[in-house]
């Protein structure tokens, strides 16, 4: 009795389970999705997860590290010794690569054509003067021009027979000859010639290697020699007073160039001097030069650098010659100027004021804020009143220290 109650109830739970059977598998179904996406984001989470293993470097990965540091201390050090040794040992013994950093003239225009066509412009003529080479006697060519001021415009525009020579020889205008800087020729600065075209005949040049000039050896007292001729030559164009205005370089070469003709009695002397970013000597300016202060904190600077370019005469010392200037100086220097500091002209301003000879003596400092640098003092707009005082002071003889 009791086997057969318990078959019954077998059969029976086995008959709900039939009936139950399509509700489960549902209810199967609609949890499936969610087990997978949760299988799923766990897969991600897992595959997200970063694993930090420290493993040593085996003895041929760590040998390999050796020799890469060692290579590369012999490559830094090969670098050091070609650019801070060899370099310096280089310069000391050539004597062109020194010509070439003193008188950076690579890159500038020495087509003729070049320079003619800016005759163009109403007022400019470009021509030759031939001077001779002081050692060799070869005749050197150098390209000129001459700027006539603005008072003779409307004249060489209208007459086109004008004389330019007679504008320059019977002028009552001051003439004012400009010595430019490295790495420019005459055609560099003709918004500066704007400017001095209000006061001046304007005669600026370029030196021997210069632009169209002729070819040969660079020397200071070469390029000189060949100022003080040109000087020369002019003084024999023109009755009118000159002035001499040198920038950069060219002020050193400028007073140069004054100191020299001071020894010549014979020769009209030119009535004011203008340094414009003027340095007092090649050895103090290397020093603080872009591509000097490379160099300088080398032991070994003075003799490969220094020495050499004193022995070889390429020693640009305005701070010596202008003890020889007997005529009125202005000085003008930019605060902010990055090639030649303004230090330079107060030191400068202080030896021109000691000169034995009675003389007056200009200086102009411009402000940092002005960003005048090296080249633009001459957009000042006080320029042309400082050219048009100076100008006076040197053709009426006063004397006096600003």
């Not at 293993?53 to 990965?61: D, E």
């Not at 801070?84 to 890159?107: K, Y």
Request: with cysteine; proline share 4%; charged share 20%.
């Amino acid at each position: 009795m009791a086997g057969s109650t318990k078959t019954d109830n077998d059969d029976n739970t086995l008959q709900l389970l039939q009936s139950r059977e399509p509700q489960l598998r549902a209810q199967s179904n609609l949890a499936m999705p969610f087990i997978e996406q949760e299988q799923e984001t766990s897969a991600v989470t897992r595959s997200n997860d970063v694993v930090y293993l420290k493993k040593s470097l085996s003895k041929k990965a760590k040998k390999r590290l050796k020799c890469a540091g060692i290579f590369l201390i012999i490559l830094l050090l090969i670098v050091f010794l070609l650019a801070f040794v060899g370099l310096p040992v280089f310069f000391m013994n050539s004597l062109a690569l020194q010509r070439l950093i003193m008188f950076t003239n690579l890159g500038l225009p020495s087509e003729v054509s070049h320079f003619r066509k800016y005759e163009l412009k109403p007022g400019l003529r470009n021509f030759y003067v031939s001077v001779k080479d002081v050692l060799s006697k070869d005749v050197i060519s150098l390209g000129v021009w001459h700027l006539l001021p603005y008072t003779f415009q409307e004249r060489v525009i209208t007459d086109q027979n004008f004389d330019y020579d007679d504008a320059l020889l019977n002028s009552n205008m001051s003439v004012l000859l400009y010595f430019h800087g490295t790495g420019e020729d005459r055609s560099s600065s003709l918004s500066k010639y704007s400017i001095f075209r209000f006061f001046f005949h304007v005669i600026t040049f370029d030196y021997r290697n210069y632009a169209d000039s002729s070819k040969n050896e660079l020397s200071e007292d070469a390029v000189v020699n060949d100022c003080v001729q040109l000087y020369e030559w002019l003084t024999t164009k023109t009755k009118s007073r000159i002035i001499i205005w040198g920038h950069s370089l060219g002020s050193a070469l400028a007073t140069h160039t004054v100191s020299l003709l001071q020894t010549k009695p014979n020769v009209t002397q030119p009535v004011g001097l203008v340094l414009e970013a003027a340095f007092t000597k090649m050895s103090e300016e290397l020093y603080v030069h872009p591509y000097g202060k490379i160099f300088a904190w080398l032991p070994w600077f003075k003799a490969t650098i220094l020495r050499p370019l004193e022995k070889n005469g390429f020693l640009f010392d305005t701070s010596k010659n202008i003890l020889n200037v007997e005529c009125p100086v202005m000085i003008l220097c930019a605060e902010d100027d990055s090639i030649v500091p303004y230090k330079f002209g107060q030191k400068i301003r202080e030896i021109a004021q000691n000169r034995s000879v009675l003389n007056t003596t200009f200086y102009y400092q411009f402000d940092y804020n002005l960003n005048y640098d090296h080249f633009f003092i001459y957009q000042d707009p006080f320029i042309p009143y400082f050219i048009n005082y100076f100008q006076f002071v040197c053709t009426d003889g006063r004397s006096s220290d600003i």
